[in-house]
């Protein structure tokens, strides 16, 4: 059934980040009756990203859940960017880049150079502290996690994350902008990994100990969890989807934060992020993967 656009939504979002999750949420966003304003550093990275959200509309149209009418709108909300100023009408930002608390953390100092006081500003990071990189801003009771979920037009979760600081004024507008997406919001406090990955990446490295250990192939170990639990991909198979230096982050902030060995990275992630064995993305990971 044809979706049509929010019609309440006059806000403004900036993205930061045009990578797979920028794009998804972009994407999103746009659909449905947002201005977007998606800023990466570069111009090759935008491109990218708006002809794959060109691409993830058209294939809703061929579904028959939006309008072209409303594709061709939606496409006309999405403005990309490389300048940070541009992203000073914002009223809500979201920032999307690496998994690296400096990063993710200058990104947002950035961003409160050019946006209004009363903005709101989102990290979709997927384990970092909401709390830490809220201080490194003048406004932490506007800062909140929106974790997102890759694919993002397909799933239909957004993790929302208070920090110590966070307001309930924020968190609710974090909640509505996720439910006026169609996605379904659960809270969780600021722990290392949150809810989702403090019980998925365990999982996972489990799977590579497994592997390490020679308790079964990969494909094998895959199938246990696909046909054992009904798992739409083996955890070997979703970590290659994921990327496997992102396991490796994030791995790292649940060792370093809860100071417990059940966390420890497996030695077998170590040694393929070494060897830049990253997954999908670069063509190999725990299996192999054709360009495109
Ligand atoms: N982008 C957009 N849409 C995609 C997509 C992509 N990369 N991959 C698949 N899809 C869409 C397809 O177009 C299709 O949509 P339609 O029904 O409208 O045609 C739908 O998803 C199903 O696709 P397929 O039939 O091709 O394949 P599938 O049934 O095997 O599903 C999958 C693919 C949705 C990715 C499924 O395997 C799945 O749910 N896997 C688990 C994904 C997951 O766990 N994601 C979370 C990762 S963790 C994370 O993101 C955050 C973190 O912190 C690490």
């Known amino acids: 059934m044809a979706q049509s656009p929010n019609p309440s939504a006059t806000k403004t979002i900036a993205v930061v980040g045009a990578g797979t999750m920028g794009g998804g949420i972009a994407q999103e966003l746009v659909r449905h009756g947002?201005?977007?304003?998606?800023?990466?550093?570069?111009?090759?990275?935008?491109?990218?990203?708006?002809?794959?959200?060109?691409?993830?509309?058209?294939?809703?149209?061929?579904?028959?859940?939006?309008?072209?009418?409303?594709?061709?709108?939606?496409?006309?909300?999405?403005?990309?960017?490389?300048?940070?100023?541009?992203?000073?009408?914002?009223?809500?930002?979201i920032e999307t880049v690496t998994e690296k608390f400096d990063m993710k953390a200058l990104a947002l100092?950035?961003?409160?150079?050019?946006?209004?006081?009363?903005?709101?500003?989102?990290?979709?990071?997927?384990?970092?502290?909401?709390?830490?990189?809220?201080?490194?801003?003048?406004?932490?009771?506007?800062?909140?996690?929106?974790h997102f979920f890759n694919p993002v037009p397909v799933m239909?979760?957004?993790?929302?994350?208070?920090?110590?600081?966070?307001?309930?004024?924020?968190?609710?507008?974090?909640?509505?902008?996720a439910r006026s997406l169609g996605k379904t919001t659960v809270r969780a406090n600021d722990f290392p990994g949150f809810v989702s990955n403090r019980v998925l990446m365990p999982m996972i490295n489990e799977a590579i100990f497994a592997l390490m250990?020679?308790?079964?192939?990969?494909?094998?170990?895959?199938?246990v969890m696909k046909q054992g639990m009904n798992h739409p991909m083996g955890p070997l198979e979703l970590a290659d989807f994921?990327?496997?230096?992102?396991?490796?982050?994030?791995?790292?902030?649940?060792?370093?934060?809860?100071?417990?060995?059940?966390?420890?990275?497996?030695?077998?992630?170590e040694k393929m992020v070494a060897a830049g064995r990253l997954g999908r993305k670069s063509g190999r990971g725990f299996y192999e993967y054709s360009p495109g």
Not at 129 to 136: D, G, H, V
Not at 213 to 223: C, K, M, N, P, S
Not at 248 to 260: A, P, Q, S, T
């Open 156 to 177: 239909k979760l957004v993790e929302v994350i208070s920090g110590l600081e966070t307001s309930p004024a924020t968190l609710q507008a974090a909640e509505a902008l």
């Open 109 to 146: 100092q950035t961003l409160e150079r050019q946006c209004r006081p009363e903005a709101i500003f989102a990290s979709n990071t997927s384990s970092i502290s909401i709390t830490r990189l809220a201080a490194t801003t003048n406004r932490p009771k506007q800062v909140v996690g929106m």
């Open 213 to 223: 250990e020679g308790v079964a192939e990969a494909r094998g170990i895959d199938e």
């Open 34 to 93: 947002f201005a977007v304003l998606l800023r990466d550093v570069s111009r090759e990275v935008l491109d990218r990203a708006a002809e794959r959200i060109s691409r993830g509309l058209a294939h809703e149209v061929e579904k028959g859940r939006l309008k072209d009418s409303d594709r061709q709108q939606a496409l006309a909300r999405l403005r990309i960017t490389i300048d940070w100023t541009e992203l000073g009408r914002a009223d809500f930002a």
């Open 242 to 269: 994921i990327g496997l230096d992102v396991c490796l982050d994030i791995m790292k902030v649940l060792y370093e934060g809860f100071r417990d060995s059940k966390y420890r990275p497996c030695p077998l992630l």
